[in-house]
């Protein structure tokens, strides 16, 4: 079923969008969308096509639908454009629209460095080309890379709502979680967990369900997009989860941390400030449950290289300047460098395309050089691997006139899991 209103804001969106970059036609081609997704027809359409289908859009707010007789009643269902159904060939109709609009340049969806800007295929390109041949307009397509990454970064007021109560509910199912922990609960245990509220609550994961969430149980752990294994947590080690949820197709994207105490006696070693099993880390300080001295730095390391990327977030800054502020505070402080980008844009998936918050590495090509525009919805995230676990910290992040605003209340310092008779609760690290 097709989501009108937002379509609505979209196509609003997409002509001031137009106007903005100066472009004369914006055309989407898709076919077979159950096979092939074509990632702007949510804001188009709203719905799957079968037969090639081809959309326009102009500056002068024309809007144009070349779609296969079947699929036709639901493109005039929406109320927003101009329907021109066909049954044997589009090649009439779509010549008609676009020597009706007459664009110097049209710009169809392909982008190097941006997957969702890059929705057509080779083959709808050459069937694209094919039926322009002669009239010369196939010689005027260019990408639409610009138009397409802000009309998906830039938020509407619908997609703001959508993904800020996704966040709202990622962190209600962290708090469940924190709740419901015992120190029997393997990686899988955790994973499972979460399915289970998301099922009962009828929730998609924000990316691929065998590793939303990804589980981190300790030291031991290997770090990566990896699937919940069997490990169970360890005293006086760090639970990493990497969680989110999608609500009404936008997603969440956050990571959390979580210590569980030493026994008390500081006898494992990790919790020894030196590593040596004479000081027990936590003796000093009495209290088991307090993370020992050298997680809480390593912690505090991760959370101001975090803090030095939210402080140069602001409009017109380009994204990998935000990158080199996180980056250069968490070698400084003696780390190695991450292997990843500071952040991505959210959206209708937890990597959203757009503006890069990442180092200029050929593997992100122009993405780097994105710039950072309001009412943009970022996560910043970073970690560093060390004794007690994987210390990744991810929080989302709004731009807005003069700089950002945490889209939800930041984790500041690691959560101390405390079980009483197989009851887990969560409560701050100091």
């Known amino acids: 079923m097709s989501d009108t209103a937002l379509i609505g804001e979209k196509l609003e969106q997409a002509v001031r969008l137009l106007r903005e970059t100066d472009t004369d036609c914006w055309l989407t081609v898709a076919r077979e969308t159950t096979e092939i997704d074509e990632p702007c027809l949510p804001f188009l359409l709203g719905f799957d096509v079968v037969w090639p289908t081809f959309v326009v859009v102009t500056p002068e707010d024309e809007r144009h639908v070349v779609i296969g007789r079947h699929d036709a009643p639901n493109a005039d269902a929406l109320g927003e454009y101009t329907v021109h159904p066909y049954d044997e060939s589009f090649e009439p109709a779509l010549r008609t629209v676009i020597d009706n609009v007459d664009p110097t340049e049209i710009a169809v969806n392909y982008a190097r460095d941006d997957v969702v800007a ?30 397409v990454a802000r009309l998906r970064s830039e938020k509407s007021s619908m997609e703001y709502d959508r993904v800020a109560r996704a966040a709202d509910v990622t962190i209600e199912l962290f708090d469940e979680l924190a709740a419901a922990w015992t120190p029997t609960w393997t990686e899988a245990d955790v994973s499972a967990f979460f399915h289970d509220r998301m099922r009962t609550r009828g929730l998609e994961s924000a990316w691929s369900w065998e590793y939303c969430p990804t589980v981190h149980a300790g030291g031991d752990a290997p770090v990566g997009h990896t699937t919940p294994g069997d490990r169970t947590l360890p005293p006086g080690e760090v639970l990493h989860v990497d969680f989110g949820v999608k609500h009404r197709g936008y997603a969440a994207d956050i990571q959390r941390l979580f210590y569980r105490p030493a026994d008390g006696d500081g006898d494992d070693g990790k919790n020894d400030s030196d590593g040596n099993g004479d000081d027990g880390g936590n003796e000093s300080e009495g209290d088991p449950t307090t993370p020992p001295a050298d997680l809480r730095a390593a912690y505090d390391d991760v959370r101001a290289a975090i803090d030095a990327a939210f402080e140069t977030v602001e409009p017109g800054v380009q994204g990998f300047e935000v990158d080199a502020a996180a980056r250069s505070t968490i070698t400084d402080r003696g780390w190695p460098a991450y292997e990843h980008a500071a952040g991505h844009n959210v959206g209708r998936n937890a990597h959203d395309g757009g503006t890069l918050l990442g180092p200029r590495w050929d593997r992100y090509g122009e993405s780097p050089e994105g710039i950072v525009r309001e009412g943009e919805i970022y996560t910043l995230e970073l970690g560093v691997d060390t004794q007690w676990g994987y210390l990744g910290q991810e929080e989302m992040i709004e731009v807005t006139a003069d700089g950002a605003a945490y889209f939800v209340e930041p984790q500041t310092e690691l959560y101390t899991l405390v079980s009483e008779e197989g009851v887990g609760s969560v409560g701050n690290g100091q």
């Open 118 to 147: 890059d929705g057509l295929t080779h083959g709808m390109y050459l069937q694209l080309t094919d039926a322009l041949a002669g009239t010369g307009y196939e010689d005027a397509l260019v990408s639409a890379r610009d138009v």
